[in-house]
Protein backbone atom coordinates (compact mmCIF):
# COMPACT_ATOMS: atom_id res chain seq x y z
CA UNK A 1 0.00 0.00 0.00
CA UNK A 2 1.40 3.63 -1.35
CA UNK A 3 0.34 6.43 -0.20
CA UNK A 4 -0.47 9.90 -2.48
CA UNK A 5 0.22 13.47 -2.32
CA UNK A 6 -2.93 14.38 -1.76
CA UNK A 7 -3.67 11.61 0.94
CA UNK A 8 -0.36 12.40 2.49
CA UNK A 9 -2.08 15.92 2.76
CA UNK A 10 -5.12 14.94 4.12
CA UNK A 11 -3.80 12.85 6.88
CA UNK A 12 -1.53 16.20 7.90
CA UNK A 13 -4.65 18.31 7.94
CA UNK A 14 -6.25 15.39 9.87
CA UNK A 15 -3.09 15.80 12.35
CA UNK A 16 -3.22 19.45 12.58
CA UNK A 17 0.14 19.74 10.98
CA UNK A 18 0.88 22.34 8.79
CA UNK A 19 3.14 20.94 5.64
CA UNK A 20 4.94 23.33 2.75
CA UNK A 21 4.58 21.83 -0.85
CA UNK A 22 8.41 20.99 -0.27
CA UNK A 23 7.35 18.65 2.60
CA UNK A 24 5.18 16.73 0.85
CA UNK A 25 7.35 14.36 -1.45
CA UNK A 26 9.62 13.87 1.68
CA UNK A 27 6.72 12.78 4.03
CA UNK A 28 5.22 10.78 1.13
CA UNK A 29 8.12 8.49 1.00
CA UNK A 30 8.77 8.49 4.77
CA UNK A 31 5.01 6.96 5.31
CA UNK A 32 5.31 4.98 2.59
CA UNK A 33 8.80 3.40 3.67
CA UNK A 34 6.77 2.87 7.29
CA UNK A 35 4.17 0.75 5.48
CA UNK A 36 6.27 -1.03 3.91
CA UNK A 37 7.72 -2.47 6.55
CA UNK A 38 4.29 -2.80 8.21
CA UNK A 39 2.99 -5.19 4.99
CA UNK A 40 6.88 -6.87 5.62
CA UNK A 41 5.76 -7.63 9.49
CA UNK A 42 2.30 -8.90 8.23
CA UNK A 43 3.44 -11.18 6.00
CA UNK A 44 5.68 -12.98 8.71
CA UNK A 45 3.97 -16.71 9.55
CA UNK A 46 3.14 -16.57 13.31
CA UNK A 47 1.12 -19.60 13.65
CA UNK A 48 1.87 -21.34 16.89
CA UNK A 49 3.88 -18.51 18.57
CA UNK A 50 2.58 -17.56 21.71
CA UNK A 51 2.42 -14.12 23.10
CA UNK A 52 5.58 -13.00 24.79
CA UNK A 53 3.21 -10.52 27.18
CA UNK A 54 -0.61 -8.92 27.03
CA UNK A 55 -2.90 -11.11 24.59
CA UNK A 56 -2.22 -14.37 26.32
CA UNK A 57 -5.37 -16.62 26.40
CA UNK A 58 -4.92 -17.30 29.98
CA UNK A 59 -4.86 -14.31 32.12
CA UNK A 60 -1.90 -13.26 33.82
CA UNK A 61 -1.84 -11.92 37.06
CA UNK A 62 0.71 -9.72 38.06
CA UNK A 63 2.20 -10.48 41.91
CA UNK A 64 0.64 -8.51 44.68
CA UNK A 65 3.04 -6.63 47.02
CA UNK A 66 2.24 -5.28 50.70
CA UNK A 67 0.82 -1.47 50.61
CA UNK A 68 3.30 -0.42 52.85
CA UNK A 69 5.56 2.92 53.15
CA UNK A 70 9.03 1.58 52.49
CA UNK A 71 10.88 5.04 51.95
CA UNK A 72 9.33 7.46 54.44
CA UNK A 73 10.95 9.47 56.92
CA UNK A 74 13.68 11.30 54.65
CA UNK A 75 12.44 14.96 54.87
CA UNK A 76 16.04 15.93 55.47
CA UNK A 77 17.40 14.29 52.48
CA UNK A 78 14.25 15.58 50.12
CA UNK A 79 14.49 19.23 51.41
CA UNK A 80 18.35 19.76 51.63
CA UNK A 81 18.44 21.59 48.81
CA UNK A 82 15.16 23.46 48.95
CA UNK A 83 15.20 27.18 48.75
CA UNK A 84 13.24 27.76 51.47
CA UNK A 85 11.87 25.24 54.13
CA UNK A 86 9.25 25.42 56.99
CA UNK A 87 9.87 22.40 58.98
CA UNK A 88 9.46 19.43 57.04
CA UNK A 89 7.73 21.21 54.27
CA UNK A 90 9.29 23.22 51.25
CA UNK A 91 8.21 27.01 52.10
CA UNK A 92 6.70 28.56 49.29
CA UNK A 93 5.83 32.51 48.48
CA UNK A 94 2.39 33.30 48.80
CA UNK A 95 0.27 34.00 45.96
CA UNK A 96 -3.60 35.29 47.14
CA UNK A 97 -3.51 37.91 49.38
Known sequence: MSLDAATVRRVANLARLRLDD???PKLQ???NGILGWIEQLQAV???GVEPMAGGSPS???LPWR????????QADA???????REGEYFGVPKVVE
Open 29 to 31: AEI
Open 45 to 47: DTD
Open 22 to 24: AEV
Open 78 to 84: VLRNAPD
Open 59 to 61: PVA
Open 66 to 73: ADAVTDGG
